[in-house]
């Protein structure tokens, strides 16, 4: 299929959800391009008329000094500790839970200056839908509403991911036989092939 048909697929689930509030999780290893894939969804949402927000699991990392404190190439560090979760479910997915207030903050943690955004809070109106990607979402038992697994094969995997980033492999092995998020996630788009993504019905 193409991206585009996969979306609107994907779109026509989420306008059949009755939450007050939608959060979707776009789950992916980088080399997945999983914040490209949620940047096109919430682009398809608006076209719908309802507003949409996208978050980035990258702007809520954890400080360097927790991050990074056993060294910056710990594939268990990075799979354990590396996202500020708590930081994501108290200020992004609980305030859209039935009954919420609605307002939400975008970004947390700047990583380059190391320190706390200052980032404004977003209203979202009723109806509105937040797409959250990143990596190894489906494991923690976060609050959400449709939950999108970018799958991808180990060998596949380790081909699309630069050199630099390799020692983030063993995690992504890690996550897929410790949380198989495959076998659970709403909506499975295989994207080994990257201008080919094959929708997996169970």
Same mark, same amino acid.
């Given at each position: 299929?193409?991206?585009? &048909?996969?979306? &609107? ?18 789950? =992916?290893?980088? &080399? ?38 056993? =060294? ?61 990607? =990143? ?68």
């Amino acid at each position: 299929m193409s991206q585009d &048909a996969v979306t &609107a697929m994907i779109v026509s689930r989420i306008l059949e959800l009755p939450a007050p509030w939608t959060r979707v999780a776009l789950d =992916g290893a980088p &080399a997945a391009a999983p914040d490209t894939w949620a940047e096109s969804l919430a682009a398809a949402i608006r076209e719908t008329g309802r507003t949409a927000l996208h978050v980035r699991t990258a702007d809520f990392l954890r400080p360097a000094s927790l991050r990074l404190e056993f =060294g910056r190439s710990n594939p268990d560090s990075y799979y354990d500790g590396w996202f500020d979760l708590k930081a994501l479910t108290r200020e992004v997915l609980e305030p859209l839970a039935p009954g919420g207030s609605g307002r939400v903050l975008p970004t947390f943690w700047d990583p380059i200056k190391d320190r706390n955004t200052r980032s404004g809070y977003a209203e979202l109106p009723a109806g509105s839908v937040l797409v959250l990607s =990143g990596p190894l979402l489906l494991g923690a038992r976060l609050p959400f509403d449709l939950e999108v697994h970018l799958e991808m094969s180990a060998p596949a995997l380790a081909r699309r991911t630069p050199p630099e980033d390799s020692w983030t492999l063993p995690a992504f092995a890690r996550y897929a036989e410790e949380v198989g998020p495959a076998s659970f996630a709403d909506v499975v788009i295989r994207v080994n092939d990257p201008a080919h993504p094959a929708l997996v019905i169970r």
